[in-house]
C-alpha cells in the first residue's frame, strides 16, 4: 500500500548553520540502520526527510528507524500522482485522489467501530482546493464507502482515534495515516566519542543506546576474565555491541584481559572491598584506553541503588580514579523502564541469555555498599596497580563491530 517513508527530524533543526551536516549525518545514520534491507532511495524536502521503498519492505524499515537517533517521527506514506501541474489539479483527479484515500483507509483501518477526521496541509498554495474542503469532502467520502452497520465509523475532529492526513507540498500529494515516533535526541555522531563500559548484561547496552542518542560516537570495552567467564558470555557482548552498532556506526569492541586482576584482588584485597576495587580497576583501564582513542567520556550502565555498589558513595569511589567525565545514563531510570527500552532496542534477549559476567563470579557475599575511601585506598597498596594496568591492555583483543559483523 505505502511507497515511501516520511521522516521527520526536531532538534536538530534548531541547530541554525550546522543543519546540512545535521541532515547529511542522519541520512547516513538511516541509510545504515537499513542497510541489510536494501538500497533506498532517500530525499530531502523542506524540513523531512523521504525514504523510498517497496511496500513489502515499509513494515520492517519502519521498526528499524524508530530506534534511530534524531527522527522524532515517521509515517508510512503513499504519493499521488497527478502528472500534470498541480494548479491544474481538476475535479477527475480529485475523483481518483477520493478513491486512493478510501482505499488507504480501508486497508488500515480495521478495529470498528472506531473515529477518524481528515486533516489536510497545504504548503503548496498553488493547490486549487483550499484545505477545509478537502477534509470535509475526503471525509465524507470515507464514510459513504465505509461506513456500515459492520463498520461503525463517525467523524471526530477533536481526538480521533485515526489522522488520515493529506500533505500538498512542492506539487505533490502524499497520504498517510500513522505517526510512529522515534526516539528524538541526536543524529548519532554529532556530539563527540564515548567510550562504553559494556557487559554482558541488562543496563549498559540500554546506556550506550541512550548515549548514542545524545549524538555520541562509541567504542566499548569488555572485562573478560577466562576462564572463568565462557566463550559464550563473551559472544554475548559481541552481540550486544553488533545491535549496537546498527544505531551507532562501527564499534571498536576492547577486551582486556582482567583475569589476573581479579585474582589478585581476591587474593589481597579487604573481601568487602573487592567489587569496589574491581570496579576503580576497570576506571584506571577505561581512562588509558580512552586516552589512545581520543575518547572524552566513559559512559557504564550504573543505576543508582540497583544494586551494593551502585551508590552515592560507591560512585564517588569510581569517581576519584576516572580521568574523564563519567556518564551515567540510567542513573536515576527503575529496573522496569530499563527494561522497557531494552526490549525496544532488541537487547533484551541477548543480555537475558543465562551466562555468567566476571562480577558476578567474583562478588563476596556482604559486599559494602558504603565504601570509605581511606580503605579503598589501604586495600588496593599491595596491588601492582600500573602493571596490572599494563598487562590487562597487552593481552588485550580488538575486534571491528558492524552491523553486519
Ligand atoms: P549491567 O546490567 O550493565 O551488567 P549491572 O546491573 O550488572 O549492569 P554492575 O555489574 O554493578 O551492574 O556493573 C555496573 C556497570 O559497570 C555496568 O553497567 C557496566 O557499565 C560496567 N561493567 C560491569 N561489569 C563489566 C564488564 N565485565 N565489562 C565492562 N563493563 C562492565
Ligand atoms: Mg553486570
Redesign the pocket.
Known sequence: MFDLIIIRYGEIALKGDNINDFISQLITNIERATKDLGDFEISTVYGRIFLYAPSSKIEKIVKRLVNVPGIISLSPAQRFRIGKKIKKFDQEDFEKLKAKVVKLFQTEVQNYPTTFKVETTRADKSFPIKSPKLNSELGAEILKNIESQATPLSVDVHQPEHQLEVEIRRGKIYLFISRETGPGGLPVQCSGRGL??????????V?GWLALKRGLTLNA?????PPYTSARAKQK?IDLAKTLSLYGGTIKLQIPY?TEIQQQILKKCPQRYT?TIM?RM?IRIANKLAKINNEQAL?????LG??A??TIEGLHSSNEIAELPVLRP?ITMDKNEIIKLAKKIDTYEI?IRPHE????IFVPDNPVTQPKLEIVHFGEEDLEIEALVERAIEKMTVLDIKENF
Do not use: H, K, W
Open positions: 562504553l563500559l559494556l557487559s554482558g548484561g541488562l543496563d549498559s547496552p546506556a570495552v569488555y572485562f573478560n576474565s557482548v582482567f567489587v570496579r576497570m559512559i557504564t550502565g550504573e543505576s540497583q544494586v555498589s551502585q540510567l543480555s559476567d566476571c562480577c558476578t
